[in-house]
């Protein structure tokens, strides 16, 4: 019966899990690159990314991340793995040796970082992502740099968001907490009214309770119709309010799934969740 066939097509052994490497048609899964995209594609892709710094070794190696519209997507994996790297990528940090990268259907794999704001693409860096000289109203005045509009409505919605930076406006970003300075640098890159966030480890070195709490603020910026792609080392935690998530290991994809699908793969709790 076609209900039963529906059935088990449906079942456990058939998850969309993608293993990089290994045959699709044994379980149904579909290997890399082989994915057929949505109609227009993904609203954000770095597609078979092959690339490193200067005239050094590929870091990246046909490397794919994407996140569509109304999704927070997850780049996991190990120290080293070349996360960061697919992000400067996307941005336009790096000169990819092969592949692509397109924003709502444009290929923009040319365009410098600065031209990729101007199209619609925020930012968070790992490192070095405020001014810590400059308060907390400062770096966001910095982060609007691009608009020549009044920000005003854009500053008071960041500080909705984020209460805490209201009432630090005046102080040195510098004297924040790592949890708030991570708001100022979130704040800032939505200064540009972004149409897609990147965001390197957001919660890097803070407390379990801050990162549930800048976790909640960013399902709160998806939620206004902002995709986020975002790196993060807190794994379990991250692919819980994923919609997508890759695993990258050295420089490529090696498994990629829904954030369900990644948190329920044995393998991959095996080898990147601690069990
Ligand atoms: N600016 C750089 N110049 C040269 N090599 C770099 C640079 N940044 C990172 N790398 C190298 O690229 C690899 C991947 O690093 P990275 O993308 O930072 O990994 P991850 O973010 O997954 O920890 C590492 O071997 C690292 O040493
Ligand atoms: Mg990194």
């Known amino acids: 019966m076609s209900g039963s066939a529906y059935q088990d097509d449906r079942g456990n052994k ?4 993608t293993k990089a490497g290994s045959p699709g048609s044994a379980t149904g899964a579909r ?20 690339g490193g710094y200067g005239k050094g070794p590929n870091i990246l190696e046909n490397c794919t991340i994407a996140v569509d519209e109304g999704e ?21 940090m790096l000169d990819l040796r092969e592949g692509s990268v397109r924003l709502d259907g444009e290929d923009i794999t040319s365009l410098s970082p600065q031209d990729r704001v101007a199209k619609g693409m925020g930012f968070v860096p790992q490192t070095s992502n ?29 500080y909705d968001l984020f209460p805490i930076l209201r009432e630090k406006r005046r102080q040195a970003a510098g004297e924040l907490s790592g949890g708030q300075r991570q708001q100022v640098a979130v704040g800032r ?29 960013i399902i709160e910026v ?27 290991v050295q420089g490529a ?18 080898s990147f969740l601690g069990g």
């Open 14 to 17: 058939d998850r969309s899990i």
């Open 31 to 50: 290997r890399k690159g082989t994915a057929v995209p949505a109609p227009g594609g993904p609203f954000l892709i770095g597609e078979n990314m092959t």
């Open 72 to 92: 927070i997507a997850v780049i996991v994996g190990p120290n080293g793995a070349g996360k960061s790297t697919a992000m400067k990528a996307v941005f336009g």
């Open 130 to 158: 405020i001014f810590t000289s400059l308060t907390v109203e400062e770096n966001l005045e910095m982060g609007a740099f691009i608009r020549r509009d009044d920000f005003r409505d854009t500053m008071e919605q960041i």
């Open 189 to 217: 890159a939505l200064m540009t009214k972004p149409k897609v966030l990147m965001l390197d480890e957001p919660t890097a070195g803070v407390s379990p309770i801050v990162m549930d709490e800048l976790f909640d603020r």
């Open 222 to 248: 998806a939620r206004t119709g902002i995709p986020i792609l975002m790196v993060e080392q807190n794994a379990r935690q991250a692919l819980e309010i994923a919609d997508k998530g890759y695993v990258l």
């Open 253 to 270: 994809n090696a498994y990629s799934g829904s954030g369900k699908e990644l948190l329920a793969d044995p393998e991959v709790r095996k």
